[in-house]
């Protein structure tokens, strides 16, 4: 059973290991579509001047760019700051403010009706843009096939061990987002980076039946879009412009809280690529775990251990080496190495800690 799941894990990543490089970010951008950015927040005093500020540095036409901010709920003051932003920013911009339903979701589908616009880009508001973002996200919708877009995330943080396996682990799920986009078999989207068409939202009724997840606006967004438009509707923009910037998390605590929030929403999926992809990479960090502790109790060798931590090491390897060089993380061999010592128990124990534990985010319970 053991090696059969390391074949099928072998095939599945070699399958994803050759797919060939999109190309829709190394071409000049003519799409000249107006744009709605819709941010939603809660929360973020603190990073709304830098917001504002980055947006009017976007190197796009601003007569063509409405932003809509939809404000959930946020008790830190940051509604009065806003207004005061908005006064004196020469941008369009329309502010709403949650009422009787709260979450992402709401915020979005708020915005997205209040849109004028059919090109929506969405972002986070503790996130920081390239100059040229938005205009090399927009560029696959010259392709009128096209209904979402993918754009990359990127952590930065300060050195340090914790800082680094985060950059590591994080750009695992940048290279399967990716990888997996460019075999049109999307599975994965970060709301920190995307947009679709407001036609193609209101068309595919976005959330139905996922109402009652609070979190997961653009995983279920992408599903419901692949659903009712087919595998090719969806694109990710690969060029380096259109990256987004956002923090590690400065402790344990957080870093577990946000990966048992965006596990936690799984349990609802019910796209099968994604299930499959799912089932083959958690049976592989099991397998490990498995033959880890038989190696202990001596049911195992020592020797058949450390060739099956070295195959999955090697195949994780290659796997994110296929990342774009702009998103592939320092000393890559040094710290999928130590990843992979710690990932199976990570993996393992955070799937299972999704199933019973709810984790706060912002003052609420997911």
């Known amino acids: ?61 601003k007569s063509n760019l409405e932003l809509i901010l939809v404000n959930d709920h946020s008790t830190d003051g940051s509604l009065q700051l806003i207004q005061q932003l908005i006064r004196r920013s020469k941008l369009t911009i329309k502010l709403f403010n949650l009422e009787s339903n709260q979450g992402k979701k709401a915020a979005i589908s708020l915005g ?59 750009s695992t799920l940048m290279a399967m987002t990716l990888l997996m986009c460019r075999r049109k078999r999307a599975i994965m989207s970060n709301g920190a980076n995307y947009a679709f068409r ?26 419901s879009f692949k659903r009712k438009f087919g595998n090719s509707s969806i694109a990710f923009s690969e060029s380096k412009e259109s990256v987004i910037t956002t923090k590690t998390k400065e402790n344990c605590s957080s870093f577990f809280d946000q990966r048992v929030r965006w596990a936690s929403k799984s349990k609802n999926y019910r796209d099968y690529d994604t299930l499959k992809i799912g089932a083959v990479i958690f049976s592989a960090n099991l397998a490990i775990l498995v033959v880890g502790i038989g190696a202990a109790i001596q049911l195992y060798s020592i020797q058949f251990f450390i060739g ?8 994780d ?27 199976p128990f990570y993996s393992v124990g955070i799937a299972l800690l999704s199933l019973f534990y709810k984790p706060q985010w912002k003052g609420r319970k997911i």
């Open 308 to 315: 099956c931590f070295l195959f999955k090491w090697v195949l």
């Open 198 to 223: 407001k036609s193609a939202f209101e068309e595919s009724d976005a959330y139905a039946g996922n109402w009652s997840v609070n979190t997961g606006d653009d995983v279920f967004l992408l599903h």
């Open 317 to 343: 390897l290659l796997f994110l080496q296929r990342l774009t060089p702009h998103l592939r993380p320092k000393s890559i061999v040094k710290w999928t190495f130590l990843l992979s010592i710690f990932y």
């Open 112 to 170: 997205v009706s209040n849109a004028i616009y059919d090109i929506m880009v969405c972002t986070d508001a503790d996130c920081e843009p390239n100059l040229k973002w938005i205009k090399t996200m927009v560029l696959p919708f010259e392709n009128k096939e096209i209904k979402m877009v993918l754009g990359a995330v990127k952590l930065n943080g300060p050195k340090g061990w914790f800082h680094e396996l985060q950059q590591v682990e994080f």
């Open 1 to 61: 059973m053991i090696g059969f799941i390391f074949l099928v894990y072998s095939v599945v990543l070699g399958w994803l290991i050759l797919g060939r490089r999109g190309n829709n970010g190394n071409k000049p951008s003519n799409c000249k579509e107006p744009i709605s950015l819709v941010i939603a927040y809660r929360n973020e005093r603190d990073n709304l001047t830098r917001l504002i500020n980055s947006i009017e540095d976007q190197l796009i036409d």
